[in-house]
């Protein structure tokens, strides 16, 4: 680890870094197990500082850091419906869906439909199926995402590929890869999501 | 003259019809032989998930015989986990400081699946067409192309080992026909004994939390028909999207939901509807993404909607859209 690398690193987290450089870093990251661990430690910290433990180096600390998060107790008897722990472990089953499914996700917002109140007269007219494609998507950070919102997330990936398995295609490659802190960075110009927009 | 033009079209017509209908043929014949192929044949390998510049190294040992079918996974790559199959019955376990076990019927693969009584013929939505012969992982293959006709669902490709049908690498494709993910294997022995030993898990997760998943009890929707209506449906559809089960279940908080589940032959996604409580927060809108996997949370007629698929963000964000409520009994489908 050179003296560059970290300051790189640093400079990508502050969105600092210019296209091609960042591309450059982006690409090592993904090759280079030292550097990607150091991104992770740089992003905890942050999220430390921010009072948001976004990945608990153990399970307690991600029990209580869920825990925490949310004002309702799961009742332990109603969760048995849809998960069966073993052994009083209720209140870790919850958190162990999105354990589970390590969910890398990039949360995307919807933008305004500006286009469609400018489009001329001659071109027909808009129909629901056009709709869901005339609003760009816009990633941004995870870290708004609740640990709430990622369990309720989790569970419903879950049964979808339990169910869905039978119908068609369902693979469950978001169940054996991708725990992976994802390189998000949380100033909106400089994030991975734009980059791959840029593509 | 212009009779014998008009003869002479109409036997180009028939010609290309007939053509179409041998060349979908083939196309299903080569589905099902892939199919056949990763669930009857015994293989071991090693296979690389490529996505987002990400890569992920996976074993994959899978044994099928008189006493059926087990399999087993490893990621090599990031926390040591392992699923293991045994028939439909899967145990996922994960080591490391947070060691889990869950276990319970996951429909899914890691490789695709089609089940044998298909739901449409996915034929509908997508065009298929046979490419080129090329080498991967030392074996030639067939590359098949399934192109989606709208924006709506993903395009595949796949590439099957010529003699035996095996996938040897497939990838997600958007409408545009980027690429979106890649599973290939970068070495594969086919039709080779497995050892017994070679199923068992090599995790020790011997002090783990341990989760069994109860089964999703889901209705037909011939059943569901009879016992249960959906009490919501979209009222659009992207073209070839079915009801394929109806289903109840209950969150983590122990608030029931009904689920939805649709499917094209190929693409699938669930729609799950809960009521809202004040607890949920505001109703804002928005899209999570696993990779190709897109998640739409929002509301709708006071109640929390969440559509989930490995579809593109917009189709989740339109069937959200498209949902409404059952008025009555003798509202019709």
Redesign the interface.
Known sequence: MTETNREHLSSLMDGELERGARAFV??RL?NDDELSGRWRRYHMVRACLQRELRSG???TA?VAAALGEE??M??P???A???????G?AI???V??F???G????????GQPEVLAEQPGFVSQPT??D???A?P?VPVSFSE?TAA?R???S??????????????????????????T?PVVDDGDAG?GTL?AER | MGRSLGVFLLALILFGAAFNVQADDEVDQWLDRMVRAIETLNYRGTLVHMRDGHVDTLRIVHRADEDGIRERIVSVDGPPREVLRDGNQVRILLGGDQSMVVEGGIGSRLLPNLPPNRLSRPILAYRMSFGGTERVAGLYARVLEIRPRDQFRYGHRFWLEENTGMLLRSALLDHEGNYLQHLSFVSIDLGVPIGASELEPELSVSDAVEIKMSPVSAETPEAAAELQRPSWTPRMLPDGFRLASVSHGFNSEGQEFEHLLFSDGLASFSVYIKAARPEDGPDSERIDAIGPVHVFSGTVEGHRVTVVGEVPSATVAFVAQQLHRRESESDDR
């Open positions: 982006l690409r993904s180096a153990d399970l991600r004002p309702v799961p009742q008897s109603a969760a419906r849809w998960l069966k722990p073993v052994g472990a870790a089953a919850s162990a869906v354990a589970l499914v969910i890398n996700s990039s949360l995307l917002e919807r629901p199926f709709w869901s494609f609003q998507l995402t919102d369990q309720r997330i569970g419903y990936v879950l049964r979808h590929n339990q169910a869905a398995g039978s119908v068609g295609f369902v693979s469950y490659v978001p169940i054996v890869v991708g725990t992976r994802p991975v791959t």
